[in-house]
Every structure is written in structure tokens, then in C-alpha cells.
Nanobody, 112 residues
Framework: VQLQASGGGLVRAGKSLRLSCAAS????????MGWYRQAPGKERELVAA??????NYAGSVKGRFTISRDNANNTVYLQMNSLKPEDTAVYYC????????WGQGTQVTVSS
């Protein structure tokens, strides 16, 4: 399966964005999906994951980001609210338990 992230952009601090991750085939059999990000000069980190009906978040985004999935449309979403400049990064989706080749990601830039 190939995963393509989209929906990034340039926003001011405090605003919202919704990212989408479109899969090339059904994700019904993929129990766990995640959103990652990589800021300049930093390692890629997992910021949100959805495992069955349960969600987990990195401390830095908890309460601001929400991950969800639409199996009928083979899509995973990341709703990002109250964005901060430190959220600036390239965002990717992947399968945490068995990483697939990374796609291009989508750039999110938050200005102060």
C-alpha cells in the first residue's frame, strides 16, 4: 500500500489545519495507523496513532490534535487545532507496527 499525505500549508499560530492521508488500497486490514512529523534538524517522531478504536498522542500535541480514520474512503486524518510555531514540520502518515516506504509528506508551517 502507498500512503500520500496532503493538506499542509502556511498558517498563523492559533489556527487549524486538517491533514489527510490517502491509501492506495483498503486500510481495513491495517489496525494501527499513525501520523509522524519531522522538523528541520530533528528526528522524525510519531505524534498520533489510532489503533482500532483507541488513540494515542505525543505529549506536545495532546489536546490539540485529533487522529481519525475513514475506512470506507481509505483515509486517515489529522485535525490540528491551536497550532504553534513548534508544530512546523513535514508531516507523514505510516503504519507504526511495520513501517512502509515513506511518502513525500506534507509541509506544515506555522508563523508566530
Amino acid at each position: 500500500v502507498q500512503l500520500q499525505a496532503s493538506g499542509g500549508g502556511l498558517v498563523r499560530a492559533g489556527k487549524s489545519l486538517r491533514l489527510s492521508c490517502a491509501a492506495s488500497r483498503s486500510i481495513l486490514s491495517i489496525n494501527s495507523m499513525g501520523w509522524y512529523r519531522q522538523a528541520p534538524g530533528k528526528e522524525r517522531e510519531l505524534v498520533a496513532a489510532i489503533n482500532g478504536g483507541r488513540t494515542n498522542y505525543a505529549g506536545s500535541v495532546k489536546g490539540r490534535f485529533t487522529i481519525s480514520r475513514d475506512n470506507a474512503n481509505n483515509t486517515v486524518y489529522l485535525q490540528m487545532n491551536s497550532l504553534k510555531p513548534e508544530d512546523t514540520a513535514v508531516y507523514y502518515c505510516n503504519v507504526p507496527v511495520r513501517l512502509l516506504p515513506w511518502g513525500q509528506g506534507t509541509q506544515v508551517t506555522v508563523s508566530s
